[in-house]
């Protein structure tokens, strides 16, 4: 119980009213809200009209212009930069990037508040949980996954936005930049750099400044990274746990009760049962509820592609381009190197690995469902019933992937092509 009062305070999952009353989903609505990307009309709060439509505008200009001050530094020291320091600037023009598309994709798209009010309306298994006691058994081991992967993706968001903003300061402090006169022979370390109309490198007021700067910019583009993730992969949790409900009702249809006669034929019992008329009718409406539940399952997945295909396939690219450029600053070896790069290395890796298993759950799942229909009775149905299955199998021949941009699946395949690709750059860069 200790542990539980942790992890979920003194919530109970038979004690809430909706989906939103879930800790975890506090969480992620706190976080997006602040990012003015919380679906607040459409679930019917609150909204300060006014104030999210200026916070939408303002991380708009605010992440162009960043994109713009990032490209200007770069421009204006390019021949006094280091390889350490330049490519550390060509991450955050990459990382800036994907936090532009996500604002222009998501926080002003009307179809991302549609898909995620359907969710938290329609979707979630709180609505589905007293079907069945196996319906009940599901969504307490998804409210559990979501739970644990929240507090883990929160933990992960605040131990790597202090470890970047962090290091820079310790290496000022530890190189003596923060005493008086402490930079006439080197420059302020920072974890954002950008062209500002004022001094940055060696005035005191000047870092001070650009350092509360940066670590604000810093948390919103975590925030930007990790939320929409967090809201993504709660999606995908509640869509694996819709297909493991449909299969456990196709793996446990109701077979017939009556006209059942059993043969000897060389030693073999060979069972020959047929549904009754009024059995029939009972086959026919649980057949179409699962045809019904598939259905939503389809159209669910079909919609979260659409709305976010493009932002993952921009974050394919960001992975891509990023992985090498990682690797690369890391194979110096050095101390200060290792200390700003592989935290960070590992973190991004692992952000690409963790998401492409998440949504390879809903392809390996799908692909079971095949199998659960035609194990179904339907030898013993009549005529029309066949037909029913022989449609429902048709439908379901067919794996659910989530597709990034409809052009690949987001799964375990693309992640090891972009670990592979990213890998074979490094290795050919290295070489020369």
């Not at 679930?43 to 200009?61: C, D, H, I, R, S």
């Not at 409210?143 to 300061?169: E, K, R, V, W």
């Not at 793996?251 to 006669?261: A, E, G, L, Q, V």
């Amino acid at each position: 119980m200790g542990l539980r009062n942790f992890l979920f305070g003194n919530e109970s999952v038979h004690g809430i009213n909706s989906p939103t009353d879930h800790l975890y989903i506090k969480i992620l609505r706190f976080n997006l809200r602040i990012i003015g990307s919380w679906p607040q009309k459409e679930l019917g709060e609150k909204e300060p009209v006014a104030l999210n439509t200026f916070l939408k505008y303002f991380y708009l200009l605010a992440t162009i212009g960043c994109q713009l001050g990032s490209t200007a530094y770069l421009r204006a020291y390019n021949s006094e930069l280091t390889f350490l320091e330049a490519g550390h600037t060509y991450l955050m023009i990459f990382m800036t990037f994907v936090d532009i598309s996500r604002i222009l994709m998501l926080t002003f798209s009307k179809e991302y508040r549609k898909v995620s009010k359907e969710f938290l309306t329609k979707i979630h298994l709180f609505y589905f949980k007293d079907s069945s006691e196996y319906a009940m058994k599901t969504y307490k081991r998804v409210h559990l996954m979501s739970h644990l992967f929240t507090l883990y993706l929160l933990s992960q968001m605040i131990f790597g936005l202090s470890c970047f903003n962090l290091i820079p300061m310790y290496n000022n402090y530890v190189a003596g930049r923060y005493k008086s006169g402490g930079t006439q022979n080197s420059t302020f370390e920072h974890s954002l750099y950008f062209k500002y109309p004022f001094d940055t490198l060696t005035d005191m007021r000047g870092y001070v400044l650009s350092n509360i700067i940066n670590w604000i910019l810093s948390y919103l583009c975590a925030t930007w990274f990790c939320m929409f993730d967090l809201f993504l992969s709660l999606m995908v949790f509640n869509i694996w746990g819709h297909f493991k409900m449909l299969i456990h009702t196709l793996n446990n249809f109701p077979k017939p009760r009556s006209d059942t006669s059993c043969l000897i034929e060389g030693g073999l019992t060979v069972t020959s049962a047929k549904y009754s008329k009024e059995e029939c009718i009972e086959v026919l409406k649980k057949l179409k509820q699962c045809v019904d539940s598939h259905r939503m399952i389809v159209k669910f997945t079909n919609n979260v592609s659409d709305v976010f295909g493009p932002i993952l396939f921009c974050y394919y690219i960001y992975h891509q381009a990023s992985g090498c450029l990682l690797l690369l600053e890391c194979s110096q070896m050095t101390a200060p190197a290792l200390m700003r790069y592989l935290p960070l290395t590992l973190i991004s890796t692992q952000q690409l690995i963790q998401l492409s298993v998440i949504f390879e759950l809903v392809g390996s799942e799908s692909e079971k469902l095949l199998s659960a229909v035609y194990s179904i009775p339907w030898e013993c149905m009549d005529t029309s019933n066949r037909k029913f299955v022989s449609f429902f199998l048709m439908n379901a021949r067919e794996p659910i992937h989530v597709k990034a941009l409809g052009i690949a699946n987001v799964g375990v395949m693309s992640m090891a092509a972009i670990l592979r690709t990213s890998l074979s750059y490094f290795t050919f860069l290295r070489s020369i």
